[in-house]
């Protein structure tokens, strides 16, 4: 495939829109500098100060995830979990589950800023992009269930510590467990080694079994294809090993 293919590549009839630079955001603007110098202030950090330690612990957090029988009993235990990330962030962001379920789950990164502000796991342009790359292999949303790593955005976007990983992993957990998917898709670096042990590039579309009789796929998270476009190359060729493995497994 040249150059000139992934450019204007489309899949299964839909268009990814390739192209060799990277993603920038249209809602940006130009600003007018002001007529006057800005009077000086005092710098404060644009990051918000890390969450309180947890005061649940994650042996509580397991016996918790551990007594819902069905999903939604689940996801309202989870918005009223008193995790340390819930009091920075504007909304959980619960799992999405699939109304036509066809065995595979998605496990993704921490939610970011769009779903922040609407509650729904992968919206915003990421969304967008994933939508097109289920296209592309004749899925959508409906056919495939979403759960991120942890339920709320971490302060400034940064990477969720340890033990908030490790607070939030049980009703990860038994999210997958009540879904019972035949195959786990992982959506950026964390995810592939939370769930599936996988270090990103160089695991990236090499499938890993777990036990169960489950596996697990490891692709980059679309905003990484979206500043890295010549990526949506290897992406394509795991989303295609995806299709095989959903009909033969």
């Not at 999903?71 to 009223?80: F, K, Q, V, Y």
Request: net charge neutral; with cysteine.
């Amino acid at each position: 495939m040249n150059d000139y293919d992934l450019r204007d590549l489309t899949l299964a009839g839909v268009r990814w829109e390739l192209t060799d630079a990277p993603f920038v955001s249209t809602s940006a603007r130009a600003v007018t500098p002001a007529a006057e110098p800005a009077p000086v202030r005092t710098m404060t950090s644009i990051v918000p100060p890390i969450a309180p330690t947890q005061t649940i612990s994650v042996e509580t957090a397991a016996a918790m995830a551990a007594r819902p029988s069905d999903i939604d009993a689940l996801c309202r235990m989870i918005s009223e979990f008193n995790h340390p990330l819930r009091a920075a962030a504007t909304n959980v962001v619960l799992p999405h589950i699939a109304t036509n379920p066809n065995g595979m789950i998605i496990v993704t990164d921490i939610p970011g800023p769009d779903d922040d502000a609407t509650g729904r796991i992968l919206s915003g342009a990421a969304g967008e992009l994933l939508d097109k790359m289920l296209s592309a292999i004749g899925m959508t949303r409906d056919n495939v269930s979403i759960v991120p790593l942890v339920f709320w955005r971490t302060p400034g976007g940064r990477t969720p510590t340890r033990p908030e990983l490790d607070l939030a992993r049980p009703f990860v957990n038994r999210v997958i467990e009540l879904v019972h998917p035949r195959l786990i898709l992982t959506l950026g670096t964390t995810a592939a080694a939370e769930i599936g042990g996988i270090t990103l590039p160089r695991g990236h579309g090499v499938a890993v079994e777990l036990s169960g009789g489950m596996s697990v796929m490891p692709i980059f998270h679309p905003n990484y294809l979206m500043l890295k476009p010549a990526a949506k190359r290897d992406a394509w060729t795991a989303l295609q090993s995806v299709e095989k493995m959903l009909k033969t497994v």
